[in-house]
């Protein structure tokens, strides 16, 4: 609830100031992605989001296509294209994140730094139970990065290991069997 709560009112109202009605919540949501993680091509954008590559792919170009990602060609292989903030894409997704930051600050500036701490390791628990009453959760991604979070919850809590680095540390190839095993 907490997450909707700021997605809804405060993300929303930050987003449009920032530019109107030029983006929709998904493609702010790509930009933030490729500000705080190291997403550097498709297939890494298709794993952290959940999607096919034919949806990650369609993302994307319309992000190139209003000047704010870059694409380049690999220069050790150049079958291999890597995306990035183009100069304009790294300014907005910034100041996105620094006004949500003074916004959130403003928010639970209340709070004690103890207090916050003590939040979240109780909601990455109560996380980690629900994970593991659905079985095993290999194969997911909790998307971490975009959460202010160093370490991967999966990775850490969890001792599994999340999709989306199982996918960087095969070079951005997907394994041969779904992220299920099947």
Known sequence: ML????QETVESK?????????LSRSQWKLLEIFTTTTVGNV??????????TAAASKAVDRLVRLNLLER??????RRHVRLSLSPEGERLARAFLDGLHV?????????????LAEIRCLL?????RVLNAVGNPS????????NAREACLVDEILRRDCFF????????????????GA
């Open 124 to 128: 990455d628990q109560l996380t980690a």
């Open 139 to 146: 194969g997911i991604c909790l998307q971490c990065g975009l």
């Open 14 to 22: 930050l987003q449009t100031e920032l530019a109107g009605d030029r």
């Open 72 to 77: 380049t060609i690999d220069t050790l292989d």
């Open 103 to 115: 916004r959130l600050q403003g928010l639970l500036g209340e709070s004690g730094a103890s207090d």
């Open 43 to 52: 297939t890494e954008v298709a794993a952290y989001l959940g999607v096919s």
């Open 165 to 180: 680095h199982v996918l960087q540390r095969n070079n951005g190839a997907r394994a041969r069997t779904s992220p299920d």
């Open 3 to 6: 997450s909707l709560a700021i």
